[in-house]
C-alpha cells in the first residue's frame, strides 16, 4: 500500500461512516464466517503464518469479504493493494503489475492485489493477471458475489482457494451494533445513546444479514436523533425510518408464524394467486427462512394437487434446489413462480386419502405377503413357493392382467380414488379401463 492509500485508509477510519470506522482490524474482532476464519481453518493458519496464496472471496455483500481484506493487509508482511473492477482498466491493471514487479525483484516482496468485484473484469483484464499469479509475483484476492465458477476464468479459480462467505447471522449483526454503541475510539461509546430491544431487533432483522446495512441505520438513527436530558433515544419508529423497513407483526415462535404460514398453504390450496403471493411477500418481508416457505410449496405441491397436475411437485422441488443455489432477494421470484402455479393448477387430494387410509389399514390388518408376490430369485425359492402363480403383466393383452397386490384380509380394498381433476381425470379413465378387462 503506497503513502496516498495509506493515508486515505486513515482518513476514512476517523472521519469516515461508521460502518468503515468499525471495520474489523484482526481476525480476533472479525464476526462471523468461523467455517473460514474459525481457530485451526486454513484461511486462518495461513494469515497467522503469512503464507497466503491466492484466492477468490465469494457471498452476498456485507459479509465481510472486503474486511478480511484489509485484515490481511494488516497482518501481513506483504505489500497491499487494490482495485476495483468496475473503474479499473488494462492500463490500471498493468501499472499494479509492474508496482509488483518492481518490489518483488528489489526487495523481495510480494504483493497482495486485492480486486473488488473481480466477477466484472473481462476475460482479457483476467488473463492479464494470469502470469503473475502463476508465477507468484502477485497474491490475488478477488471478492465476488456472483458464482466465481461461473464469472471467472477457470485458469485463475485453478491456481486459487475458493471460499464461500455465507449470511452474517442475528446474533452475530448484534454482537457488532452492540460493540459499536461501546467503542469510544471508532464507535458512539462517548454518547450516551439509549437503543431498545425493539429498535435493535428491527434493525437486525431487517438488514439481511448484511452488516454495513444495519451499522448504517444506527448511525442515521443516532445522527438525526437530538439529545432529550443529554440521552439519545433510539425507539421502534426511529429504527423503522432509519432502514426503511416496516415493522411487520411476524413472531417465528408465535401465533402470527403460524397464522400467516396457514392463510398461505389455505390460499394456494384455494386456488387464489393473489392471495398466495401476497401471503409470501409478508413472510419474505418479515425474514422468514426461504427453505422453509419452499418446503410448504413442495407439500401443498403433494397434499392438495396431487396427481391432477403432477408437474406441480416438480416445480416445488426445484424452487427449492434453486433457492438453496441463488438464495434472496432473486429467490422470492423463484418462490412466487411456485406458490403460483401451485395455486392455479387443478387439485386433488387423492394421494392423502390414500396414504391415510393405508396406514389405517396397516395398523389393523395382517401385513404378510403373499407367496405369489415374494422374492423369487434367489436359490430354492420356488421350493418353497415363492412366486408361484404370479402373473406377468406385460405377457397380456394391455400389460394388464388381473390379480391381487394386497394381503388375503385386504384383497378388495380401495385406498385410491382418482378424481375428474386436471390430470388424475385421465388416471381414472385409464383405471376403468383397465378394469373392464
Not at 15 to 21: D, Y
Not at 312 to 331: D, M, Q, R, S, Y
Not at 340 to 364: H, T
Request: proline share 3%.
Amino acid at each position: 500500500m503506497n503513502i496516498f492509500e495509506m493515508q486515505y485508509e486513515n482518513s476514512l477510519k476517523k472521519n469516515g461512516p461508521l460502518a468503515e470506522r468499525m471495520r474489523p482490524k484482526s481476525l480476533d474482532d472479525f464476526v462471523g464466517q468461523e467455517h473460514i476464519v474459525g481457530k485451526g481453518k486454513i484461511l486462518n493458519r495461513a494469515i497467522e503464518a503469512d503464507k497466503l496464496s491466492s484466492a477468490i472471496f465469494y457471498g452476498p455483500p456485507g459479509t465481510g469479504k472486503t474486511t478480511l481484506a484489509r485484515i490481511i493487509a494488516e497482518n501481513t508482511n506483504n505489500n497491499f493493494t487494490t482495485l476495483n473492477a468496475v473503474t479499473s482498466g488494462i492500463k490500471d491493471i498493468k501499472e499494479k503489475i509492474s508496482f509488483s514487479v518492481d518490489e518483488l525483484s528489489l526487495y523481495g516482496k510480494r504483493t497482495i492485489l486485492f480486486i473488488d468485484e473481480i466477477h466484472r473484469f473481462n476475460k482479457a483484464q483476467q488473463d492479464a493477471l494470469l502470469p503473475y499469479v502463476e508465477n507468484g509475483t502477485i497474491i490475488l484476492i478477488g471478492a465476488t458475489t456472483e458464482n466465481p465458477y461461473f464469472e471467472v476464468n477457470q485458469a485463475l479459480i485453478s491456481r486459487s482457494l475458493v471460499f464461500e462467505f455465507k449470511k452474517i447471522t442475528s446474533e452475530d449483526i448484534k454482537i457488532v451494533v452492540k460493540r459499536a454503541l461501546k467503542d469510544k475510539e471508532r464507535g458512539y461509546g462517548t454518547k450516551n445513546i439509549e437503543l431498545n430491544d425493539d429498535a435493535l431487533d428491527h434493525i437486525v432483522e431487517n438488514s439481511n444479514g448484511d452488516i454495513r446495512k444495519a451499522l448504517s441505520a444506527l448511525e442515521l438513527g443516532v445522527e438525526t436523533t437530538g439529545e432529550v436530558n443529554g440521552v439519545i433515544k433510539i425507539d421502534i419508529d426511529t429504527a423503522v425510518e432509519c432502514i426503511q423497513r416496516k415493522k411487520i407483526e411476524y413472531d417465528k415462535n408465535g401465533d402470527s408464524h403460524y397464522d400467516t404460514i396457514s392463510a398461505f398453504i389455505k390460499s394456494m390450496r384455494g386456488s387464489d394467486p393473489d392471495a398466495a403471493v401476497f401471503w409470501l411477500a409478508k413472510m419474505i418481508k418479515a425474514g422468514e427462512d426461504p427453505k422453509f416457505i419452499a418446503r410448504r410449496i413442495i407439500i401443498c405441491a403433494s397434499e392438495d394437487v396431487g396427481n391432477a397436475d403432477p408437474r406441480a411437485l416438480e416445480v416445488a422441488v426445484n424452487a427449492f434446489k434453486a433457492v438453496e443455489i441463488i438464495g434472496f432477494p432473486e429467490g422470492r421470484i423463484t418462490l412466487a413462480q411456485a406458490a403460483i402455479y401451485v395455486a392455479c393448477a387443478p387439485k386433488s387430494n387423492a394421494s392423502i386419502i390414500a396414504i391415510d387410509r393405508a396406514m389405517e389399514a396397516v395398523e389393523k390388518n395382517s401385513l404378510e405377503v403373499p407367496d405369489y408376490l415374494k422374492d423369487s430369485h434367489y436359490k430354492g425359492s420356488d421350493k418353497l413357493g415363492r412366486g408361484t402363480g404370479y402373473k406377468y403383466p406385460h405377457d397380456y393383452d394391455k400389460y394388464y392382467v388381473k390379480q391381487s397386490y394386497l394381503p388375503e384380509s385386504l384383497k378388495n380394498a380401495n385406498f385410491y380414488e382418482p378424481k375428474e381433476s386436471g390430470y388424475e381425470s385421465r388416471i381414472k379413465k385409464f383405471l376403468e379401463y383397465l378394469k373392464q378387462g
